[in-house]
């Protein structure tokens, strides 16, 4: 009997160490959500689980930041830089992750439907600096903008559209008034970066395609493609990746 315990024990500290290994070798992709969204955005959003593992990044207290920099420092602390990691994007999410690069050393920045710079921001989104409209967002406005058809528009799926609404109401009017100011304000350039690899929609309307160096292009891909197309762009991500 003393021999099957033996044996059992070994097994078991044989298989945690095992996996112990596998995990140690894998890169972490942490995930960064956008403007009015939360890390429910990437609830679809899942890679070959041998060799990565997501982590969804979270939103904290933004009070004390002034813009995208600071709020970036604070989104650091969430980043195990012990192991490869690399950091995904996603409108403003690619915003802070450039950020966040200057931070901590990611192995490789992925951004989708976002901006590398102000240069990739349109003027009209700048003009927010001296002329500061999202001042006016208050909870009012922000339940009239969640019960808008036209706020969902270029979303596909019905059950996608109810959990946009939910985490643009989850957001809240502060938080998102302060997003709104961050990107109006956001001023960003360094020649210390990590290898950026862009995916962008031809029909994205926010950051629209004539102003970003991208390096993919989605053909009907609109600002909220990463809800509409998230195995499409995995797909195009692990590809970049295995090269």
Not at 196 to 217: A, S
Request: aromatic fraction near 10%.
């Amino acid at each position: 009997m003393n021999h099957i315990y033996l044996k059992r024990a070994l097994l078991t500290v044989l298989s945690v160490f095992t996996s112990f290994l596998m995990n140690a070798q894998k890169t972490n992709i942490y995930l960064i959500p956008g403007m009015g969204t939360d890390s429910r955005v990437f609830d679809d959003f899942t890679f070959n689980e041998d060799l990565y593992h997501t982590i969804p990044v979270q939103w904290t207290d933004y009070h004390d930041c002034s813009g995208l920099r600071e709020y970036a420092q604070k989104l650091a602390t969430q980043i195990d830089t012990t192991k490869p990691f690399i950091l995904l994007g996603v409108s403003m999410g690619g915003m802070l992750a450039m950020e966040m690069s200057q931070i901590v050393n990611p192995d490789k920045i992925i951004l989708i439907s976002s901006a590398k710079s102000q240069k990739e921001i349109p003027f009209k989104y700048k003009v927010g600096r001296v002329l500061p409209l999202y001042g006016l967002v208050n909870d009012k406005i922000l339940y009239s903008i969640a019960d808008k058809k036209s706020t969902y528009k270029d979303i596909h799926d019905t059950t996608d559209r109810v959990l946009y609404k939910k985490m643009l109401l989850n957001c809240g009017a502060d938080f998102l008034k302060w997003q709104m100011k961050s990107i109006c304000q956001w001023k960003f350039e360094s020649n210390n970066l990590p290898p950026i690899f862009h995916i962008h929609g031809d029909k994205d309307n926010i950051l629209p395609i004539r102003k970003v160096d991208y390096d993919v292009l989605i053909e009907d891909g609109t600002h909220k493609m990463v809800i509409n197309y998230p195995k499409k762009l995995i797909d195009i991500i692990q590809n970049h990746m295995n090269q």
